[in-house]
């Protein structure tokens, strides 16, 4: 039989992606999310359409959470997910990303179920990564070949939101040392597509996207305002696709952290994007120079794959020109209903 799934934050952009692919996959899905996030009411509609009900209510009522039937796995995807908005809402990040984690692992243990965390390459140390590339010169093209696996340093500091995912990760440990509960923690890096919305607090590559078809001037913060930093990205599509294959193998791999992202094949810097957005949009905007970034900021991050290729023999197959492709058209067919929620 098929398993029953709860996907916390499922109303969010990963969630409602994921809630959809595993329906489609006659997985029985539910979804938890307050509705917090600007377009989460959108995604609703999309959920509702495919007959998956949302549990409208906060993941740090552990009341409610603790009330609601019992579910083979439960994913984790309920977050305050924005980096910088962790600075400025303490309560809100901590309520959310740890109490929230917390509620959902007493209520596996109670249950007897799993958990699939979601969780950051913000566990990272901001310290060792600004060592390990700021040396570099952001003047011009970098050519670092480099990737960070689930080995690297994860001393503080490395922001209030990233300290909660890994809080969260802890704390997941000690439930499954204590009570033997089975987990599996990813931790991404850029994830993007369609159900982003351009906004800033959602990644950068729908807001370039977004930016472009707008034809609104940007501007390349940091690193001395050259666009050099790099990133890499993993389309929305290939992480669902990563996540069914944990769930299929769960009796078999588990207790496991993966670093999980597009890659080094799929990392790009800010000024290449921009090459990309003008060729899929046919339109090109003013970019202007702020030199200074904020201090969460990180000059380049691209994930190791290593790991979790060799265990699940996956590995991401769609590039970065179809991950902004993917996200065009879905921005370009919804730009109506989008500006809502701008
Ligand atoms: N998108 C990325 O590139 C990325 C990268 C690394 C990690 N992650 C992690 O993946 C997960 C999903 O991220 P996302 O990009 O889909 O974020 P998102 O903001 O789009 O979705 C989060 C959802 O959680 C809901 N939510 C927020 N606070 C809540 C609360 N207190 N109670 C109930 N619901 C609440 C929101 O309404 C929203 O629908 C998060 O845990 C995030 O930390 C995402």
């Known amino acids: 039989m098929k398993k029953k799934i709860l996907i916390t934050g499922g109303c969010g952009f990963i969630g409602t992606n994921l809630c959809i692919y595993?329906?489609?996959?006659h997985y029985l899905v539910y979804s938890l999310d307050n509705l917090s996030r600007k377009g989460s009411i959108y995604n609703l509609k999309l959920l509702s359409d495919l007959k998956i009900k949302n549990f409208k209510f906060d993941i740090s009522n552990s009341k409610k959470i603790n009330s609601l039937p019992k579910f083979d796995i439960i994913i984790d995807c309920c977050a305050e997910a924005a980096v910088e908005v962790s600075r400025k809402d303490i309560d809100r990040v901590i309520?959310?990303?740890?109490?929230?984690?917390?509620?959902?692992?007493?209520?596996v243990k109670k249950d007897n179920s799993k958990i699939i965390f979601l969780s950051s390459s913000r566990v990272n140390s901001i310290r060792t990564i600004n060592k390990m590339f700021l040396r570099?010169?952001?003047k011009n093209q970098i050519k670092i070949k480099e990737t960070i696996n689930e080995n690297f340093d994860t001393s503080s500091p490395k922001s209030l939101y990233g300290l909660t995912k890994h809080a969260s990760e802890m704390f997941i440990e000690e439930f499954s040392f204590a009570f033997n509960l089975k987990y599996i923690i990813n931790r991404l890096g850029v994830v993007s597509g369609p159900l982003q919305f351009g906004k800033q607090d959602q990644g950068f590559v729908s807001l370039w996207i977004w930016r472009h078809i707008t034809k609104k001037k940007h501007k390349y913060i940091g690193f001395g305002g050259f666009g050099n930093q790099v990133r890499d990205v993993l389309h929305i599509k290939d992480l669902c696709e990563i996540i069914e294959i944990q769930i299929k193998r769960f009796n078999i791999i588990n207790n496991k952290i993966f670093t999980i992202g597009g890659s080094l094949k799929n990392s790009i810097s800010l000024k290449k994007l921009t090459l990309?957005?003008?060729?899929?949009?046919?339109?090109?905007i003013k970019f202007s120079k702020l030199r200074k970034t904020s201090i969460y900021d990180l000059p380049y991050f691209v994930s190791s794959n290593k790991a979790v290729s060799r265990t699940y023999k996956w590995k991401p197959k769609r590039n970065i020109y179809s991950i902004v492709n993917d996200t065009h058209s879905w921005l370009v067919s919804q730009k109506k209903v989008i500006k809502k929620f701008m």
Do not use: A, E, P, R
Not at 95 to 106: A, E, H, R, V, Y
Not at 276 to 284: A, L
């Open 95 to 107: 309520n959310t990303n740890l109490i929230g984690t917390i509620n959902i692992l007493k209520k």
């Open 136 to 138: 570099h010169d952001f």
């Open 276 to 284: 990309i957005c003008q060729k899929i949009t046919n339109n090109k």
């Open 22 to 25: 595993l329906k489609k996959k």
